[in-house]
């Protein structure tokens, strides 16, 4: 259809042209006929403007900007086209990957193996290990309890030797000191004391090698972890805080007390 609007506007085109080329050549030279065809001429013309027209086709501004835009528009398209299919290639290629981890670990049993092993080796060395410390605490509690047992077995049988020990000190102290050894003029009182006084060394020979110690002497400092004061005294020429009378010994079983010596303290000034 271009090509035959194209045509007509050239023989139009030429036939103007040749009408005008022959008014001018007519009115100059006298001759009646504007465009004679018989000669050629006017073929001549219009086959050269048919020839131009061929060799530039004809084509709007309506139709450029119309081609343009629609080849903008096709281009953008294309481009999201593929924009589109790039992401919908590397969302699949995600989800393929997932779905393949998630299928490895729920379908491979080996690992679900190793791990439920794992987790039974660590439950059964903790057990162990609980099970060792236990058993060391019980062992050190038994060795303490049997040195405990046999280093205070004899506490009870103890306790009760010591009022014999006490009553023998005091028969000592009963007999006046000029004739405890006055064998010539008081020979039965003499050897009294002599008894008693040999008893009384025995008593106390046979309570050490059994860890039982006997304490409490005047002028020692007074301390309540050992000594309990029974009273308060002031006195001169004696230091303030030291034990000034004895009542009763104290004694310590395996330097444990199991009883307290009963003193009367210097007073502090």
């Not at 001429?41 to 084509?59: D, K, M, N, T």
């Not at 039982?212 to 006195?235: Q, R, S, T």
């Amino acid at each position: 259809v271009k090509g035959a609007m194209i045509s007509s506007n050239a023989r139009r085109l030429a036939s103007r042209h040749a009408a005008r080329v022959a008014s001018s050549s007519g009115s100059s030279a006298g001759i009646s006929n504007p465009l004679n065809l018989r000669d050629g001429g006017g073929w001549a013309i219009l086959s050269e403007a048919a020839s131009r027209s061929r060799r530039v086709p004809y084509c709007s501004s309506e139709s450029r900007t119309f081609s343009s835009s629609s080849s903008n528009n096709s281009s953008n398209e294309d481009s999201k086209d593929a924009k589109n299919t790039q992401n919908e290639h590397t969302t699949d290629d995600n989800t393929d990957d997932t779905t393949d981890d998630d299928n490895e670990e729920q379908e491979d049993p080996l690992l679900l193996k190793i791990s439920a092993l794992e987790t039974s080796q660590k439950e059964l060395k903790d057990q162990l290990l609980r099970s060792l410390a236990e058993q060391e605490n019980i062992r050190m509690i038994a060795r303490r309890d049997v040195s405990s047992a046999s280093s205070f077995a004899t506490t009870k049988m103890s306790k009760s030797l010591l009022d014999v020990s006490d009553n023998l000190e005091r028969a000592l102290g009963a007999v006046p000191d000029d004739v405890r050894y006055d064998k010539a003029n008081h020979p039965v009182l003499a050897s009294l004391y002599e008894g008693i006084e040999m008893t009384e060394k025995q008593l106390i020979k046979s309570f050490t090698s059994n860890g039982l110690i006997k304490y409490g002497e005047v002028g020692d400092v007074f301390d309540p972890n050992l000594h309990d004061a029974m009273f308060e005294y002031e006195e001169e020429g004696k230091e303030g805080g030291t034990v000034g009378q004895v009542m009763k010994k104290g004694f310590k079983l395996n330097e444990r007390v199991i009883r307290p010596a009963q003193v009367g303290t210097i007073k502090k000034k």
